[in-house]
T-cell receptor, first 111, second 116 residues
């Protein structure tokens, strides 16, 4: 089955800096790669996703890149703000059958 | 509110009890999931149902028993649990798009389970 690895497990940055979280996946058939943000005490919520026919996607301060050959994808957050502090999860899927998550990255943005 | 509702929000049960977690989605999705979230293994996939058929088990202990009576409802029946089963149990749903993948998964608020 699919295996998703995520690094780093914790990331501390100063407000205004950029943050990068990286994930690798094992199943070359995976074609959907979402990123979720989970704030303390709340449910995970989708922030951005990318499909295997696209190499990069941006949404304001958030961007995701995908390298299918190397089987890795990354989340980039620019101009970080304290409200970006949360746990971020990457995931890989090949349809409904699997939606496997990485182990999460705790991002702390200090004012 | 994401359209996925879980009850109860909190549950404390003894190791000899039998209880059930309920999940309901009003999004018209055809796939539903149970995840276990603990400090040791965040977002661990337990079960997947598509069109009411179970398609993923992930070697979950038999003390956890899922039930999906229709595409909108999902249950997790619990019996003779262990203290290490204490965790946040999250339900999610998505729409399977066949060969093109699936849509975003929407999560419920979760049930915080404590086994004493």
């Amino acid at each position: 089955g699919e295996n998703v690895e995520q690094h780093p497990s914790t990331l501390s940055v100063q407000e205004g800096d950029s943050a990068v979280i990286k994930c690798t996946y094992s199943d070359s058939a995976s074609n959907y790669f979402p990123w979720y943000k989970q704030e303390l005490g709340k449910r995970p919520q989708l922030i951005i996703d990318i499909r295997s026919n696209v190499g990069e996607k941006k949404d304001q301060r958030i961007a995701v890149t995908l390298n299918k050959t190397a089987k890795h994808f990354s989340l980039h957050i620019t101009e970080t703000q304290p409200e970006d502090s949360a746990v971020y999860f990457c995931a890989a899927s090949k349809g409904f059958q699997t939606l496997v998550f990485g182990t999460g990255t705790r991002l702390l943005v200090s004012p | 509110e994401t359209g996925v509702t879980q009850t109860p929000r909190h549950l404390v049960m003894g190791m000899t009890n039998k209880k059930s977690l309920k999940c309901e989605q009003h999004l018209g999705h055809n796939a539903m999931y149970w995840y276990k979230q603990s400090a040791k293994k965040p977002l661990e996939l337990m079960f997947v149902y598509n069109f009411k058929e179970q398609t993923e088990n992930n070697s979950v202990p038999s003390r956890f028993s899922p039930e999906c009576p229709n595409s909108s409802h999902l249950f997790l029946h619990l019996h003779t649990l262990q203290p290490e089963d204490s965790a946040l149990y999250l339900c999610a749903s998505s729409q399977d798009l066949g060969g093109t993948g699936s849509t975003e998964a929407f999560f419920g608020q979760g049930t915080r389970l404590t086994v004493v």
